[in-house]
T-cell receptor
Framework: DVKVTQSSRYLVKRTGEKVFLECVQD?????MFWYRQDPGLGLRLIYF???????EKGDIPEGYSVSREKKERFSLILESASTNQTSMYLC????????????FGSGTRLTIV | GQQLNQSPQSMFIQEGEDVSMNCTSS?????WLWYKQDPGEGPVLLIA?????ELTSNGRLTAQFGITRKDSFLNISASIPSDVGIYFC????????????FGAGTRLFVKA
């Protein structure tokens, strides 16, 4: 069964900490994405990557960075966590070319205290 | 920036009822996607629409790509409790569809 796996379902971190969220896909997808989901706002794109070591800013990249050293793995980094980054984070992946939609992970609910 | 406006925001229905929701935009899209998110899970693609006027079904779900290319509709017939969740419309932007924007979602509650 093909899938996108996010390393943690729930995470609690302290303000100012550097936080790493990991995502791995086993479908050989070229593209990977990080979204955050907040009530009433839907899904907002933070960063995406269309190839190894390539990254592009999404709509809300401030306070975040990403790393893609291997095709199957895409990491989201909160450089210095703040309470307004408390959210649900969703990783997704897709093939390039034909728009068949994304495959999403189950999400990481991150709480910054 | 571009936005997708979904309505209604939430719906409370009785099991067995039919449901309609829609998504509109001020911009034209060449593809419309509908996702469902079960509680505690990531969204899952339900239906993809690629052509204006297209009507596509997936079981009890039917979605339509509006003629103007600025809207799309999703209908669920004879709802059941497992239809509970959040339904998102989405539209890819730009060549290759690297950036997809999502509506805010319609949250569906089904009473048995």
């Amino acid at each position: 069964d093909v899938k996108v796996t996010q390393s943690s379902r729930y995470l609690v971190k302290r303000t100012g900490e550097k936080v790493f969220l990991e995502c791995v896909q086993d479908m050989d997808h070229e593209n990977m994405f990080w979204y955050r989901q907040d009530p009433g706002l839907g899904l907002r794109l933070i960063y995406f990557s269309y190839d190894v070591k390539m990254k592009e800013k999404g709509d809300i990249p401030e306070g975040y960075s990403v790393s893609r050293e291997k095709k199957e793995r895409f990491s989201l980094i909160l450089e210095s966590a703040s309470t307004n980054q408390t959210s649900m984070y969703l990783c997704a992946s897709s093939f390039t070319g034909v728009v068949y939609g994304y495959t999403f992970g189950s999400g990481t609910r991150l709480t910054i205290v | 920036g571009q936005q997708l406006n979904q309505s209604p925001q939430s719906m409370f229905i009785q099991e067995g009822e039919d449901v309609s929701m829609n998504c509109t935009s001020s911009s034209i899209f060449n593809t419309w996607l509908w996702y469902k998110q079960d509680p505690g899970e990531g969204p899952v693609l339900l239906i993809a629409l690629y052509k204006a006027g297209e009507l596509t079904s997936n079981g009890r779900l039917t979605a339509q790509f509006g003629i103007t290319r600025k809207d799309s509709f999703l209908n669920i017939s004879a709802s059941i409790p497992s239809d509970v969740g959040i339904y998102f419309c989405a539209g890819p932007l730009g060549a290759g569809g690297f950036k997809t924007i999502f509506g805010a979602g319609t949250r569906l509650f089904v009473k048995a």
